[in-house]
């Protein structure tokens, strides 16, 4: 493909021209025909006007506009991961255990080294480059307990000008020492000073992040529903029902919980702009509940495949009217591109007997993890007034995706085939509000 004009990174006027796909709403679960819940513009221009997206347009625009000429590639709304770990990067694809096992043995010892600054600093710029390069633009993540490790998160991700949702973790039990809050009155006195400084700066917003249940005591989560208490713009992210070890674990430590999720219920922690991730081991009244709450699950496949977790019923959960966005959970998952983990939620939805069309997975992580974070009228799609967050991917990489690309019956089939086949390799460029973050011939 050839530039038809010199592009500036800074320009205020930026077109770019190929085959544009989002979504306007969420398409039925399941279903091959998405109707007018899908966009899909082959050939045309998706116009970016001092970072924001101005609208798309068949024809070329005039000679005011910066053109990038991407005939032949798909461009698609950055990838919104609504959970990923950043210092498990250290202990991705780590082998032979469960949950509770891997914590212990490879992801706390990862988290200790956190402490440190210049770690936490050049593990936040690891992280958040490789998360721009596997197509994610934006992401809830969690850093580590130490309040040194989510300030280096938010200056990594003001510098990128990316959208980021974090927290420092907060545990005050069942972890080693070198991972827990000093003491109560420490831990809520460093969420109140990064709440100060970070929330609501630019594209950054705090999260109150207890890790899950187990390591915080009941005066812990008490006060973690406090702070969301007093200001309702706070998210909250945390783990639930992950692992059956892990829930029965939960029930002797909170005898008194109907449930797992009760634990959080009980103190405040479920609200619109609450995060829990995996979600696998819950019942209809866990359900029920969510829904009423506003919460969503961050479904988490290829980190509930790899750990030996479980399979999350995403149709149970649909039916019963939760949210659910999709996630790496990087290091519990093995690969920080969305693709891979869309493939994983296919095949753990094909063994409950369901099937994850292209439509319904390519929305969770788009459009419809856009929603359920409030975050509609910023990112997730191409409507006018949004940040232009947007990446160009190729359709095919290799003799064997280019010789299925070919053959492909429909929309539906050829996007199937993308998800399925393709990963960062296939992506060409990554925008966050319209600034190039991520360029192929850069990053060899």
Known sequence: MTSLKPVSHNAQRLALRGD??????????????????????????LLIENGRILGTQAEAPDASWQQIDHSGRLILPGFI????????????????????????TYTFPAECRYADPAVARLGAERFLDALLAHGTTAAVVFATVHKVSADALFEAAQSRGMRLITGKVMMDRN?????????????????VDLISRWHGRGRLSYAVTPRFAPTSTPAQLAM???????????????????????????????????????????????????VLAHGVWLDDADRAVLADSGAQIAFSPSSNLFLGSGLFDWVAAKEAGVAVSV??????????????????????????????????????????????????????????????????????????????????????ERVFAWMGLSDDRNLHSAYV??????SRSNSR
Not at 21 to 42: E, T
Not at 84 to 98: K, M, N, R, T
Not at 175 to 191: M, N, V, Y
Not at 240 to 253: D, F, G, P, Q, Y
Request: glycine content about 10%; proline content about 4%.
């Open 20 to 45: 544009l796909l989002d979504f306007r709403a969420a398409p039925a679960w399941g279903q091959l025909d998405p109707g007018s819940a899908l966009r899909f513009q082959p050939d045309h221009w």
């Open 81 to 104: 991961d609504t959970h990923v770990h950043c210092p498990q990067l250290d202990v991705i694809a780590s082998y032979g255990a469960e949950l509770l096992d891997w914590l212990n």
């Open 175 to 191: 972890a080693p020492a070198a991972l827990l809050d000093a003491d109560l009155a420490q831990s809520e006195r460093d969420c």
């Open 224 to 274: 973690a529903g406090a702070l969301c208490r007093a200001d309702l713009s706070l998210y909250m992210q945390t783990h639930v029902a992950e692992n059956r070890a892990e829930v029965a674990w939960v029930s002797e430590l909170f005898p008194d919980a109907r449930s797992y999720l009760d634990v959080y219920a009980r103190e405040g922690l479920l609200h619109p702009r609450a």
């Open 327 to 412: 996630a790496s959970d990087v290091g519990g998952g093995t690969s920080l591109s969305m693709q891979r983990n869309l493939l994983d939620g296919y095949k753990v939805q094909a063994l409950a007997g369901q099937r994850l069309s292209a439509w319904s997975g390519l929305y969770a992580a788009t459009r419809g993890a856009a929603e359920a974070l409030g975050l509609a009228d910023e990112l997730g799609h191409f409507g006018a007034g949004t940040l232009a967050d947007v990446c160009v991917w190729d359709w095919a990489i290799g003799p064997v995706a280019k010789a299925r690309d070919e053959v492909a019956r429909g929309l539906h």
């Open 433 to 438: 509000a319209g600034v190039q973050k991520f």
